[in-house]
């Protein structure tokens, strides 16, 4: 299996928004058993937090979810 870890600072609007973004497209062309994608930041300050505002709203707009995303910090175990 693939798998894609995007990374940004916090983990609460680029990574996340290019994680559901990806996520969405694999389910439309049914391929998202082939693909594992995440996310995870490089800082620890917005460890917990859910996708910005903003970044959700342009989701939205583009009727994808992102409900349940809880930012957190990359580990050893996303070299694996």
Known sequence: ??????????????????????????ERTGREGEIAVSSAAVSREELGNPVYPPARRI???HGIRCEG????????????
């Open 69 to 80: 995303h809880a930012a957190r910090q990359m580990s050893a175990q996303d070299y694996e």
């Open 1 to 26: 299996m693939i798998k894609i870890l995007f990374i940004c600072h916090g983990n609460i609007c680029r990574s996340p928004m290019a994680e559901f973004i990806l996520r969405d497209m694999l």
């Open 59 to 61: 989701l939205a707009a």
